[in-house]
């Protein structure tokens, strides 16, 4: 019995190790990313030579992220695959994100562009391509920028994409999961990695010469197109889109951001020509719908207040919306703070609503938001006529009637409760640091919603302590609050018992 005992510790001994050399393998992978990420913005310099100063910043960064972290990941080869489970992929998910969060603020806080506090709040705003900023685009070289935006390209694509998808290990679908994808078009995602860079790129390409035929310069419409597909709405100029008073260059930025809030998969159904399908799928119809009936009450709105003239109310009035159900946060038309109280209040909305499921938006997203609507008229239906009458509860997802079971409506319920709960405690919390209950409203929700408007709060002069709250806030709302309640459940409650089984985030959120 004992020799049993003894070789039941050390089997369990050797598995713990196995798990443990599985996360340190993923972070070392991180540091070598991260070092990827702080050296491409370094290209710039070809272009601007007269930066050349900034290199180090970036360039001794990345080597040391290179040293720690390359002998690290190499423990993966040797990882038995056995030692993944469930239950631990949200704490590496989320171990991984701040080593990559973390790393990327070195360049700020290095230069003396911002502290500690600043630099993850800014590099946070891109990773989840919120967009929020607190630097003055004009006094920042041209490679600190592009950083910017290179931070909102992969934070778009999805961290976890990017990694698992060179990776190739077998639990990597599972990870790209938590950090809140529920793919089903693309079984195979990581097989097709390359196609969704290349649909990435190939929009980023496009919008850019786009830009560059309607005025801007090459590095502006680089930078701008990257954001506006990636749903970020950081920008090279002080006073963001606006800043152009183009109309052209707005028509366009609207077309490009409803782009960057469409379903990846909605992407593939249009450029192969399959319209229909495209135009059943519900999160596309509640889109339109949402731009054709809050872009004339907007725009009724601005003109009534007097904020704008006819015409550049109605371009304002599309844009806004787009620019806020997208959760981009471009910015055109007068400035937030004169705008009518009516609205924030339907920018809010929108913003909370986000755009499409699989899409580089933030928000609790339209195909959540579809059930919910089909859910009041199901209800109401089922109260008022006889139930027999009721056909089964069903909704058009990528071209074909899927079934909505009661577990999905309990998951849909839940997220819908916790993002609620997290967007009433953080709008709190800005209160109390002495902000009004309106703006902090606002503000928290283009934080969580990672939209990145604002209304004033956000900005160069922001204490430290808002800018906490509004970090975490962006963090919660690109992993979706559940990923994030779950591993700090798994780290520092240790009820194992809650994670007995490969299904405990759902049970969670049931």
């Known amino acids: ?31 070598v990313f991260s070092a990827i990420i702080l050296l491409l913005p370094l290209l710039v310099l070809f272009a601007y030579p007269a930066e050349v100063s900034n290199v180090f910043y970036f360039l001794i960064p990345a080597i040391v992220c290179v040293i720690i972290g390359l002998p690290l990941a190499l423990q993966l080869k040797n990882v038995d695959k056995s030692a993944f489970q469930q239950k631990y992929s949200s704490v590496i998910v989320i171990g991984i994100w701040i080593i990559i969060i973390l790393t990327s603020s070195i360049p700020f806080c290095a230069a003396g562009y911002l502290n500690f506090t600043q630099s993850v709040f800014e590099i946070t705003s891109g990773y989840t391509t919120s967009g929020l900023t607190i630097v003055v685009p004009s006094q920042l070289p041209n490679v600190f920028l592009m950083f910017r935006s290179v931070t909102m390209y992969f934070g778009g694509i999805g961290l976890m994409l990017v990694l698992v998808a060179f990776i190739q290990r077998s639990h990597g679908i599972k990870m790209y999961n938590e950090e809140g994808h529920n793919d089903k078009i693309l079984p195979q995602l990581f097989k097709n990695a390359r196609l969704i860079f290349g649909v990435y790129t190939f929009y980023i390409v496009i919008s850019a010469i786009i830009y560059m035929v309607l005025g801007m310069s090459w590095f502006d419409a680089l930078n701008h197109s990257i954001c506006a597909y990636a749903t970020g709405g950081f920008s090279t100029r002080d006073a963001s889109i606006a800043s152009y008073n183009s109309p052209a260059i707005d028509i366009a930025t609207t077309v490009f951001m409803f782009l960057g809030a469409i379903n990846f998969n909605m992407h ?209 709302g690109r992993l979706e609050i559940i990923v994030v309640f779950l591993a700090i459940f798994s780290v520092f409650t240790g009820a194992k018992h809650i994670f007995t089984s490969p299904k405990a985030k759902d049970n969670l959120a049931n």
């Open 1 to 31: 019995m004992d020799l049993n005992l003894t070789n039941s510790n050390k089997s369990s001994r050797s598995l713990v190790a196995s798990r443990l050399s599985l996360a340190v393998g993923y972070f070392g992978v991180s540091l």
């Open 268 to 476: 593939i159904f249009l450029l192969s020509g399959r319209f229909k399908s495209f135009f059943r799928h519900c999160e596309n119809k509640m889109m339109i719908f949402l731009t054709i009936f809050f872009s004339p009450l907007i725009a009724y709105l601005m003109y009534q207040a007097g904020a704008s003239n006819l015409g550049d109310s109605i371009r304002y009035g599309f844009f806004n919306v787009v620019s806020a159900f997208s959760t981009t946060g471009f910015s055109t038309g007068p400035d937030l703070k004169f705008l009518p109280s009516s609205v924030l209040i339907i920018l809010v909305l929108l913003m909370t609503m986000g755009g499409s499921s699989e899409s580089t938006t933030g928000g609790i997203k339209q195909y959540r938001i579809s059930i919910l609507v089909k859910n009041l008229y199901w209800t109401i239906v089922k109260k008022f006529q006889n139930i027999r009458l009721i056909k089964r509860r069903s909704i058009n997802r990528y071209g074909n009637d899927t079934i909505v079971t009661d577990e999905e409506l309990i998951k849909v319920n839940s997220m819908f409760t916790y993002y609620m709960l997290i967007f009433f405690l953080g709008s709190f919390a800005l209160a109390m640091c002495g902000y009004s209950l309106g703006d902090s409203i606002y503000e928290f929700a283009s934080a969580l919603g990672n939209e990145g408007t604002s209304v004033g709060i956000t900005g160069p002069w922001t204490p430290n302590a808002p800018l906490w709250i509004m970090t975490i806030g962006m963090f919660l």
